[in-house]
Nanobody, 125 residues
């Protein structure tokens, strides 16, 4: 099992920045990639970004490209999501997720095996 704990959410004005952290514990060696998802009220959970542990390859949703950056610290088993130029439409609960296997559908929630409890990000206009 892998446990994931997010932190760093909060309230920020439009144009501001936040950095989310996701600390992994347990059988972290069994994970291949880490991802960030978000879910706004009344909407489906959507992928934000993904990073692979071994090669450090990254993928981003079009809506956040150029504004968000995902990074990882293998020594700390921690993944970060730096969010800049935040917009009100970025308001959501942000979830960290871990995948055990290589899957081409990186943006699908079913491609991930473990989930954190989520952290709220609110961007005011």
């Amino acid at each position: 099992q892998v446990q994931l704990v997010e932190s760093g959410g909060g309230l920020v004005q439009a144009g501001g920045s936040l950095r989310l952290s996701c600390a992994a514990s347990g059988r972290t060696f069994s994970t291949y990639a880490m991802g960030w998802f978000r879910q706004a009220p009344g909407k489906e959970r959507e992928a934000v970004a993904r990073i692979t542990w071994s090669a450090g390859n990254t993928d981003y949703a079009d809506s956040v490209k150029g504004r968000f950056t995902i990074s990882g610290d293998n020594a700390k088993n921690t993944v970060y999501l730096q969010m800049n130029s935040l917009k009100p439409e970025d308001t959501a609960v942000y979830y960290c997720a871990a995948a055990r296997l290589i899957r081409s559908d990186w943006y699908g929630p079913t491609s991930y095996d473990y989930w954190g409890q989520g952290t709220q990000v609110t961007v005011s206009s």
